[in-house]
């Protein structure tokens, strides 16, 4: 018991330290600490029942309550530092062990450090101390609000409903809706990591008031349909959970969230690693990419040197004997604003309250060289492109401009779909420039606004060339922080890629593994504490002539309870986070769908095959507990 | 018709850690007709739980046998013992061993939910034994929520409801007061009135004067039977208290 209690420590303390990704690693320190004070909490107030009995009979004896509240004061000073320090401990150890293994087996290019220091210590500390005085101040009001008699009796009483369970329940349905409601209607990712944590919050404490108001209703029901009660195996579990219907719940909902974590923290690591390839593809959709950034103060300049940069690129892709196998060039113009009444009304830059869209215009000789489409547009027309599909007026104004407007699909970036956004594909480059004089018209001070140009090209040649032709194009377009230009090759970002998508799988892996092994830990506990719990129970039954058949049969009759509930829940809460973390994703670059969806399957069974064998096991222990 | 036969019983306990060996009972004879109410009387530690118990199958002999309606416990399988217990005999506890978790109605039905029992069967059998033990109004509520003679009722009612052959009861007064006792001893009369076979330890002679016979047992074996016959309870339950003298000042005088 005591050493499940620094097992959760451990995981808390080691939480503290992997804390690299500062958002993310919060959300998790944060669920790690709240999972601790219930797990805590939940342990302890099994242990006090059991010790009521004999307080009670300290009570009963003549000892003042003064002197009891001394005695549990001392018992938990001790407890809560032993625990606090072998957690340390432990915690610095598994960590260590941890890292090494997992460092060892993904065969990282780098190791990722295990680091420790002395504010997550601190941080530790703190918060178990805090957790042990609130186990300790209900402790002592549980003993100073009873009377002895009570207490005599405490382990015999079952517990009671809770009140307002109806209540309750329709809380959890609140809370369980208004987190899934802000997965499923998440606008984009970057609303996404704002939202994650209040909507893992609220699923979090609708779980367990789901499990403690639901399991309650369902065991209820149960009981009276007398044909399911009164059979042998029903019988024995429905009641006994009954009759600690809370605790029960209670372990369950642990249970279950533990079990969503472990498939959202494995399956979105794996999911990125997999899709690394094509993360970088999306990135980067040809082996070198040239970038070129417009002149502030001569915009028309880019009209010339776009196509003198094409050419240079082709002379000196050949002038290093490889062959151009596909190129790509296309200008743009990126400006932020807001959709009002049919008109794009200009926005300075992204500060406001409100997230404004990103419009990107692009010349249609450009598109229809990047596509290979054959549109034609009237000086009026336009093709119109918008991440999340909600403007379906057929025209546009923009500055001094009306455009009537002709969809298209999504045949730019897959980033246009982090943020709100749209692609306009204007007649010719005359446009661009006009929107920008009325852009700057507006907002004189401003020179955000330029004509800029991507040049992508794949070629064709031998390893060596194309390693000469990166150097070269290197030196030629990345001149600094002055220069107009940047290139980046696909090549040189594949290894940072990887270094970092490897870091997220092992944390991914580790998270995954530490929720594994909390899942165990309480699963065990409740098996072991129930059983004991039971064992005088069984015995009674066996001398009115339960046989050995009957007390497998009920055991057998949990699984629906302890296996299927957490799974089938923590399944459910999973699904309804795909349309959040699939926005999350996709700052990671991942668009595939299947892939995760695949990984996303993958793991939950995987994970409930684990769970089944953890299951079994613990199961086993209980059925030698009680025979 | 003799339902219940016991023959040259012995139990020999020995000690978990030590070669120690405890003779519980020696050579136990005796038998149970069918409808009889019998009493086990004797000392502490004289052995009449470890006779019980390996009547009720909860443990097993040295050597000797125990026949139920002629056929020899020993015999029946490992397999068939639960449903043996359930469907042949009943149990009624000096400490009741009621379950916390289940209602007082649960805890009657319990042996009969074990045995799969049709429903309707069960809920035919249950009422007319609780208004018959006087408990019908406590059934919805908890063990912990009713007295302990309350609790006692609940107990024969749960010894009752699968019309075992035999009842067998350890202390069934024990832990009850006097007038909880006498009610109890009359609803057991009352049952053995109506031809059910029981057997029961006690201590008490009031209790044990509700009885047919009382056998006295003594250094692991039957010392000493006394038989009811026409006299009152009052009138046999001096001649128990006389025969308890005489078996104690004995006892004092063999050492
Ligand atoms: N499990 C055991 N192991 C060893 N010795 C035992 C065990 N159970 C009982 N005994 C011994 O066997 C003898 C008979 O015990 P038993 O419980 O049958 O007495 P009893 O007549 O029921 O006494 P009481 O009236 O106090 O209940 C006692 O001496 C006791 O110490
Ligand atoms: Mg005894």
Redesign the interface.
């Known amino acids: 018991m005591f050493f499940l209690m620094v097992s959760l420590l451990t995981n808390k303390f080691v939480q503290e330290r992997s804390a690299t990704l500062p958002t993310l690693f919060m959300i998790g320190v944060v669920v790690i600490g709240l999972f601790s004070v219930i797990f805590i909490l939940y342990t302890n107030s099994f242990l006090i029942k059991r010790r009521k009995k004999e307080i009670g009979l300290y009570g009963i004896l003549g000892l003042e309550k003064k002197h009891i509240a001394k005695i549990l004061f001392f018992e938990s000073l001790f407890s809560s530092l032993l625990s606090i320090v072998a957690g340390l401990l432990t915690g610095l150890l598994f960590g260590r062990l941890a890292f090494m293994l997992l460092n060892f087996m993904l065969r990282m290019p780098d190791d990722i450090e295990y680091s420790t220091s002395l504010v997550s210590a601190g941080a530790t500390i703190a918060l178990f101390t805090l957790i042990f005085g609130l186990t300790y101040l209900y402790n002592v009001s549980q003993f100073t609000f009873a009377n002895p008699i009570k207490l005599l009796?405490g382990k015999?009483?079952?517990e009671k409903e809770p009140k307002g369970s109806l209540i309750l329940f329709i809380l959890s349905l609140i809370l369980l809706g208004w987190g899934y409601g802000i997965s499923i209607t998440i606008p984009d990712p970057l609303a996404a990591i704002e939202k994650f944590f209040l909507a893992v919050l609220l699923v979090i404490i609708g779980t367990y008031l789901l499990f403690i108001s639901g399991s309650i209703f369902i065991l209820k029901a149960l009981k009276n349909n007398?044909?399911i009660y009164?059979?042998?195996g029903a019988?024995i579990s429905i009641?006994?959970m009954?009759?600690r219907m809370k605790q029960n719940a209670v372990g369950l909902a642990n249970i279950c969230i533990l079990a969503s974590m472990v498939i959202i923290a494995v399956s979105t690591t794996i999911t990125i690693n997999l899709g690394s390839a094509e993360t970088l593809e999306n990135q980067y959709p040809y082996e070198h990419n040239v970038r070129l950034f417009g002149d502030m103060d001569n915009v028309e300049e880019m009209n010339t040197r776009f196509f003198e940069v094409q050419d240079e690129v082709i002379a000196l892709t050949e002038e290093n004997g490889l062959d151009v196998a596909e190129m790509e060039s296309y200008r743009s113009e990126s400006f932020f604003g807001n959709l009002v009444d049919g008109r794009f009304v200009f926005k300075q830059n992204l500060l406001g309250d409100d997230s404004p869209i990103l419009m990107m215009a692009i010349p249609l000789e450009d598109f229809n060289g990047m596509t290979g489409d054959n549109y034609t547009l009237e000086e009026d027309e336009a093709l119109f492109y918008h991440s999340t599909k909600t403007y379906t007026e057929g025209e546009l104004a923009i500055g001094n401009k009306n455009y009537k407007l002709t969809e298209i699909e999504n045949e730019f970036s897959a980033d246009m779909e982090f943020t709100e956004s749209i692609a306009l594909v204007v007649p010719d480059v005359s446009h661009l420039l006009d929107i920008r004089d009325d852009f700057m018209k507006e907002f004189t001070e401003s020179n955000h606004i330029t004509i800029d140009a991507e040049i992508g090209l794949d070629v064709e040649g031998t390893e060596e060339q194309k390693e000469q032709l990166v150097n070269r194009l290197n030196s030629e377009y990345n001149g600094g922080s002055d220069s107009f230009s940047l290139y980046q090759s696909r090549e040189n970002q594949r290894e940072e890629w990887y270094s970092i998508n490897g870091g997220f799988l092992f944390l991914g892996i580790f998270l995954g593994l530490l929720f594994t092994i909390g899942t165990l830990l309480i699963t065990y506990f409740k098996q072991v504490s129930e059983g004991f719990d039971d064992r005088e129970?069984f015995q009674?039954?066996?001398?009115?002539?339960?046989?050995?058949d009957?007390i497998k049969e009920s055991t057998r009759s949990q699984i629906v309870w302890m296996f299927l509930l957490p799974i089938v829940i923590a399944t459910i809460h999973v699904s309804f986070a795909y349309p959040i973390v699939r926005k999350l994703l996709l700052i990671f670059g991942v668009t595939n769908d299947m892939t995760w969806l695949m990984t996303f399957i993958a793991v939950v069974i995987a994970f409930a095959a684990i769970y089944w064998m953890i299951y079994r096991v613990t199961s086993k222990v209980y059925y030698s507990i009680v025979k | 018709m003799t339902l219940l036969e016991i023959k040259n019983l012995k139990k020999i306990y020995t000690a978990r850690f030590s070669n120690q060996q405890t003779e519980a009972l020696a050579a136990v004879n005796f038998s149970v007709e069918e409808g009889e109410l019998v009493s086990i009387m004797g000392e502490s530690g004289s052995g009449k739980t470890t006779l019980l118990n390996i009547i009720?199958t909860?443990d097993d002999a040295t050597s000797g046998e125990v026949y139920l309606d002629g056929n020899p416990l020993s015999k029946i399988k490992n397999?068939e013992?639960?449903?043996?217990?359930?469907?042949t005999l009943g149990?009624v506890?000096q400490d009741f061993?009621?379950?916390?978790?289940?209602t007082i109605k649960?805890n009657i039905?319990?042996?009969l939910?074990?045995?799969?029992t049709p429903?309707a069967e069960?809920e035919s059998r249950l009422m007319p034994i609780v208004r018959n033990l006087g408990i019908e109004s406590h059934i919805d509520k908890?063990?912990?929520e009713v007295s302990g003679g309350q609790k006692q009722r609940v107990a024969v009612a749960?010894a009752l409801i699968t019309q075992p052959k035999i009842i067998l009861a350890d202390e069934p007064t024990g832990a009850l007061d006097s007038k909880a006792s006498q009610n109890l001893m009359e609803i057991l009369g009352g049952i053995n009135e109506s031809g059910q076979t029981i057997l029961m330890v006690t201590h008490s002679t009031r209790a044990a004067s509700f009885s047919k016979r009382v056998l006295f047992i003594r250094d692991g074996a039957v010392y000493h039977e006394i038989y009811r016959g026409d006299q009152s309870a009052d009138e046999f339950m001096d001649r128990i208290s006389d025969s308890l003298k005489v078996l104690s000042s004995r006892g004092e005088r063999d050492e």
Do not use: C, H, T, W
């Not at chain 1, 009674?540 to 050995?548: A, N």
């Not at chain 2, 061993?97 to 289940?102: R, S």
């Open positions: 009796k015999q009483e079952g007398k044909r009164y059979r042998p019988f009641s006994g009954l009759y129970k009674i039954m066996q001398k009115v002539g339960l046989d050995e009957m | 009720s909860l397999k013992i639960s449903a043996f217990r359930r469907n149990f506890f061993n009621l379950l916390d978790n289940f649960d039905l319990l042996p939910v074990l045995s799969k429903l069960m908890f063990p912990y749960r």
